[in-house]
């Protein structure tokens, strides 16, 4: 250690601490070479440990952005397997229920509303009958192919499944935010003309697979106020409707035909001009105060025809089969008949207009001589 | 002795020296974990050789709760004749993930996964 030179050594430590002010003040209080390998053992310590820390901070540093990927990658798998059964729920939940639920506004919102809605009930003739004699397996075949059939149709033209009960499917139209019920009512009972259309091809299927092909379906639907929400127990809750309206689409669709379908007198207001109708009386039902007309769905409407039992052609018009009763004709009825008539009768009168014009003794007749006389002047 | 916040439990057993963590454990920084952090060294303390540390009812831990018990696994380095055998489970996934980088900071710790 004597022959180390004191200056030399110096001269390395100034041009290593050069830019390290306060280090280098500790090794120029050094006076003595034993202090300064002193001095340089401390710091090499300290180095040696500053190291390890090192070391340290790393290994947590990469075992905390492990954990992190960890954590990040597993909620990304969750939230895509949340997304995947969203999407799956969304098939079984009414949409309305379903942004309550997405939106968490379950608990906020009031949980029962009134609305307006079009209902609509279906079931197979002599369903419960049949089930007592086919073997369980055709059974499951033909009410399963049924319900599917049906339940697509819901899909497509957009309506709430509220339940299948056995053979019964119960749905509802009007439940979106800002519906216009007439044209949720259109809907509705376009979709009821259709699962009869369906049920027709149902029918073919299951005969050609041995099962019974003379089932028909009756369908009922209504419209009016319901009171819509969760109902049901604390573990166990149903987004149902219900109500005397709810009541009286099913007492509908009891009355039905077998393959009609039935409709009350506030369901055809809203879809008088696009659906042919035929008058089937009054009814009273439970819970509603007053008689309800009804109306049995025949088909859809020509689109270019502006009456209900009028169908104008290029060459003038055709009128449809009338089936008038005084007795249980409604005033709805009357009215439309009243229009399909003068309709029928300006078309005729545009025609005859110069002749009717040219005899103003014509105008004395009463309608059945004048219909005589332009017989006998065998006028085209 | 027994820690306990809104969706977690930190419970020391001395009779068994075990340690178990139950619930979510989401604190909000390294000061929040030094309850745990604390009783992690108590509990080492009083421990005979082995401390056990039972993970597996613990459903998340974030990053924080990560790096404390990183903290706690250098400490361990340091404490003469004393070993942990940390308990996780398979079925939670980033518990065999993550737990097991504490067998990097000290070979005194010891990972079952069940």
Same mark, same amino acid.
């Given at each position: 250690?004597?022959?180390?030179?004191?200056?030399?050594?110096?001269?390395?430590?100034?041009?290593?601490?050069?830019?390290?002010?306060?280090?280098?003040?500790?090794?120029?209080?050094?006076?003595?070479?034993?202090?300064?390998?002193?001095?340089?053992?401390?710091?090499?310590?300290?180095?040696?440990?500053?190291?390890?820390?090192?070391?340290?901070?790393?290994?947590?540093?990469?075992?905390?952005?492990?954990?992190?990927?960890?954590?990040?990658?597993?909620?990304?798998?969750?939230?895509?397997?949340?997304?995947?059964?969203?999407?799956?729920?969304?098939?079984?939940?009414?949409?309305?229920?379903?942004?309550?639920?997405?939106?968490?506004?379950?608990?906020?919102?009031?949980? /029962?509303?009134?609305?307006?809605?079009?209902?609509?009930?279906?079931? $197979?003739?002599?369903?419960?009958?049949?089930?007592?004699?086919?073997?369980?397996?055709?059974? %499951?075949?033909?009410?399963?192919?049924?319900?599917?059939?049906?339940?697509?149709?819901?899909?497509?033209?957009?309506?709430? $499944?509220?339940?299948?009960? #056995?053979?019964?499917?119960?749905?509802?139209?009007?439940?979106?935010?800002?519906?216009?019920?007439?044209?949720?009512?259109?809907?509705?009972?376009?979709?009821?003309?259709?699962?009869?259309?369906?049920?027709?091809?149902?029918?073919?299927?299951?005969?050609?697979?041995?099962?019974?092909?003379?089932?028909?379906?009756?369908?009922?639907?209504?419209?009016?106020?319901?009171?819509?929400?969760?109902? #049901?127990?604390?573990?166990?809750?149903?987004?149902?409707?219900? #109500?005397?309206?709810?009541?009286?689409?099913?007492?509908?669709? /009891?009355?039905?035909?077998?393959?009609?379908?039935?409709?009350?007198?506030?369901?055809?207001?809203?879809?008088?001009?696009?659906?042919?109708?035929?008058?089937?009386? %009054?009814?009273?039902?439970?819970?509603?105060?007053?008689?309800?007309?009804?109306?049995?769905?025949?088909?859809?409407?020509?689109?270019?025809?502006?009456?209900?039992?009028?169908?104008?052609?290029?060459?003038?018009?055709?009128?449809?089969?009338?089936?008038?009763?005084?007795?249980?004709?409604?005033?709805?009825?009357?009215?439309?008949?009243?229009?399909?008539?003068?309709?029928?009768?300006?078309?005729?009168?545009?025609?005859?207009?110069?002749?009717?014009?040219?005899?103003?003794?014509?105008?004395?007749?009463?309608?059945?001589?004048?219909?005589?006389?332009?017989?006998?002047?065998?006028?085209? | 002795?027994?820690?306990?916040?809104?969706?977690?439990?930190?419970?020391?057993?001395?009779?068994?020296?075990?340690?178990?963590?139950?619930?979510?454990?989401?604190?909000?920084?390294?000061?929040?974990?030094?309850?745990?952090?604390?009783?992690?060294?108590?509990?080492?303390?009083?421990?005979?050789?082995?401390?056990?540390?039972?993970?597996?009812?613990?459903?998340?831990?974030?990053?924080?709760?990560?790096?404390?018990?990183?903290?706690?696994?250098?400490?361990?380095?340091?404490?003469?004749?004393?070993?942990?055998?940390?308990?996780?489970?398979?079925?939670?996934?980033?518990?065999?993930?993550?737990?097991?980088?504490?067998?990097?900071?000290?070979?005194?710790?010891?990972?079952?996964?069940?």
């Amino acid at each position: 250690m004597e022959n180390l030179d004191p200056d030399k050594i110096r001269s390395s430590i100034d041009s290593l601490l050069k830019d390290n002010g306060p280090l280098r003040a500790i090794y120029d209080s050094a006076e003595t070479v034993e202090q300064l390998v002193g001095l340089t053992r401390n710091l090499m310590q300290v180095v040696d440990s500053t190291q390890r820390d090192l070391a340290d901070l790393r290994l947590m540093h990469e075992s905390t952005l492990d954990h992190a990927t960890n954590v990040e990658n597993e909620l990304e798998e969750k939230n895509a397997r949340i997304t995947e059964l969203t999407q799956k729920l969304r098939k079984y939940l009414p949409d309305a229920l379903y942004d309550q639920v997405m939106g968490g506004r379950l608990e906020a919102e009031s949980p /029962h509303q009134r609305k307006r809605l079009t209902i609509l009930f279906s079931d $197979i003739v002599g369903f419960t009958t049949l089930t007592d004699h086919l073997e369980p397996e055709m059974l %499951s075949e033909l009410l399963n192919s049924y319900l599917d059939a049906m339940a697509g149709l819901v899909n497509k033209w957009g309506g709430v $499944i509220d339940k299948f009960i #056995g053979d019964a499917v119960m749905v509802f139209f009007g439940d979106r935010d800002g519906a216009n019920i007439q044209l949720e009512t259109e809907k509705c009972v376009l979709m009821a003309l259709e699962m009869q259309q369906q049920m027709s091809l149902l029918r073919q299927r299951w005969s050609e697979n041995g099962l019974p092909g003379d089932l028909r379906m009756r369908i009922g639907i209504n419209t009016g106020y319901c009171t819509l929400g969760n109902f #049901g127990s604390e573990k166990r809750m149903d987004y149902t409707i219900i #109500g005397g309206q709810v009541n009286a689409a099913s007492r509908l669709e /009891h009355l039905a035909p077998p393959g009609g379908i039935l409709i009350s007198g506030s369901t055809y207001l809203l879809v008088k001009d696009k659906l042919e109708c035929l008058p089937r009386g %009054s009814i009273a039902l439970k819970g509603i105060h007053h008689e309800v007309d009804t109306y049995e769905v025949i088909r859809q409407h020509d689109v270019n025809s502006p009456c209900t039992y009028l169908d104008e052609t290029e060459h003038g018009f055709q009128l449809r089969a009338l089936h008038f009763d005084k007795t249980t004709a409604s005033r709805i009825e009357r009215e439309e008949l009243r229009v399909a008539c003068q309709r029928a009768l300006q078309i005729i009168e545009s025609l005859d207009a110069d002749s009717l014009d040219s005899s103003a003794a014509d105008e004395a007749l009463d309608p059945a001589t004048q219909l005589e006389q332009v017989r006998e002047e065998g006028a085209p | 002795m027994t820690l306990k916040g809104d969706n977690y439990s930190v419970e020391f057993i001395k009779p068994s020296n075990k340690i178990v963590f139950r619930g979510v454990l989401r604190l909000q920084g390294k000061e929040h974990y030094q309850e745990i952090y604390d009783l992690l060294i108590k509990s080492i303390a009083l421990a005979e050789s082995v401390l056990s540390i039972d993970m597996s009812k613990l459903e998340f831990l974030n990053s924080s709760g990560i790096s404390s018990l990183c903290l706690f696994a250098i400490y361990l380095r340091d404490v003469p004749g004393k070993r942990v055998i940390i308990t996780g489970s398979n079925s939670i996934s980033w518990q065999a993930k993550s737990l097991n980088n504490l067998l990097k900071f000290t070979d005194k710790i010891q990972l079952t996964l069940v």
